[in-house]
């Protein structure tokens, strides 16, 4: 987690094996790099053991891409399908104990500080909607609650896709599913409104079929963890199995899906808005210059 680590010790460059010398010499580690760019450098997730069309991966991809730091960034998971991509990237990973990665991600954000103070040390929580929501839901809510400088990311594929099909807090209601014979009966559950409750500072729902939103909520909420708060980010990434998918309409349902209930929404606080523009130069968040007043009839 370190441009260091990410470069040759001397003399060793002709030992390593092709796979590492791409990633040193072609990777995105210590440049600034966009998914606009995506085809023309190694990136950090290439390789990994998803299902063939899965929406979950895309995502993932985009955003290890829109990482600001990718080579001081930690990622933390837990049990679930998102795992299996996430622990073969070029970045640390942590895997934690079923429901405990926004805790074990707490002290290691606060370890980080202490060890390397002021330089920048992004801890990055992924995890699914059942890991997030369900069995993770309490220390996910009390980091949120204790300002924890982290961004917490949900893989929200709307079932435990991993285990055959359950329905999850996240599953809508009436869905029907392999392990839900007779429809989930309640509602889905409002993280969205819960992370603004909690006072995150920044909340974001997306959908994978557009990399540059993707990059952008990304990269703000990256950001305004490091010094402003607790972030969160709820991204749509259907499950094309148990929701019986084609693999070729995946991002069809994404569109459709964000058309009828998962709409782009973007929180900011005005602390992490002033923060973004004077640490990072966003220009958005300037303050819109006021509008001349109406010319009353008959004034010269």
């Given at each position: 987690?370190?441009?260091?680590?990410?470069?040759?010790?001397?003399?060793?460059?002709?030992?390593?094996?092709?796979?590492?010398?791409?990633?040193?010499?072609?990777?995105?580690?210590?440049?600034?790099?966009?998914?606009?760019?995506?085809?023309?450098?190694?990136?950090?997730?290439?390789?990994?053991?998803?299902?063939?069309?899965?929406?979950?991966?895309?995502?993932?991809?985009?955003?290890?891409?829109?990482f600001p730091n990718p080579e001081d960034t930690i990622t933390v998971g837990t049990a679930g399908c998102g795992r299996l991509a996430i622990s073969q990237a070029a970045i640390p990973f942590v895997y934690g104990n079923y429901g405990d990665q926004n805790g074990v991600a707490s002290g290691l954000s606060r370890g980080l500080r202490l060890r390397f103070g002021d330089k920048p040390k992004d801890v990055v929580v992924m995890a699914g909607d059942g890991g997030t929501a369900d069995i993770g839901f309490q220390q996910v809510l009390h980091s949120w609650f204790r300002k924890e400088r982290f961004t917490t990311i949900m893989l929200d594929n709307e079932v435990y896709g991993n285990t055959g099909g359950q329905e999850s807090g996240m599953t809508n209601r009436g869905a029907v599913l392999k392990m839900a014979p007779l429809?989930?009966?309640?509602?889905?559950?409002?993280?969205?409104?819960?992370?603004?409750?909690?006072?995150?500072?920044?909340?974001?729902?997306?959908?994978?079929?557009?990399?540059?939103?993707?990059?952008?909520?990304?990269?703000?909420?990256?950001?305004?963890?490091?010094?402003?708060?607790?972030?969160?980010?709820?991204?749509?990434?259907?499950?094309?199995?148990?929701?019986?998918?084609?693999?070729?309409?995946?991002?069809?349902?994404?569109?459709?899906?964000?058309?009828?209930?998962?709409?782009?929404?973007?929180?900011?606080?005005?602390?992490?808005?002033?923060?973004?523009?004077?640490?990072?130069?966003?220009?958005?968040?300037?303050p819109k210059p006021a509008a001349p007043a109406a010319a009353i009839p008959g004034k010269a």
């Open positions: 987690m370190s441009l260091d680590y990410v470069k040759f010790s001397n003399g060793f460059e002709k030992f390593m094996p092709k796979e590492y010398r791409d990633m040193v010499e072609h990777g995105p580690f210590g440049k600034k790099i966009s998914v606009s760019q995506m085809g023309s450098f190694k990136e950090v997730l290439e390789e990994h053991p998803m299902c063939a069309g899965c929406a979950m991966t895309l995502f993932i991809r985009l955003a290890m891409i829109a429809g989930k009966k309640f509602e889905k559950m409002d993280m969205v409104q819960m992370a603004k409750v909690a006072g995150c500072a920044y909340v974001a729902t997306v959908v994978p079929n557009n990399p540059r939103r993707v990059e952008s909520v990304i990269k703000k909420a990256v950001l305004i963890a490091r010094e402003v708060g607790a972030t969160y980010i709820q991204a749509y990434t259907s499950c094309n199995i148990e929701y019986a998918i084609p693999t070729d309409k995946v991002m069809e349902d994404a569109k459709t899906v964000e058309n009828d209930r998962y709409a782009f929404s973007e929180y900011i606080s005005d602390e992490a808005k002033q923060y973004l523009t004077e640490r990072y130069g966003y220009k958005e968040f300037l």
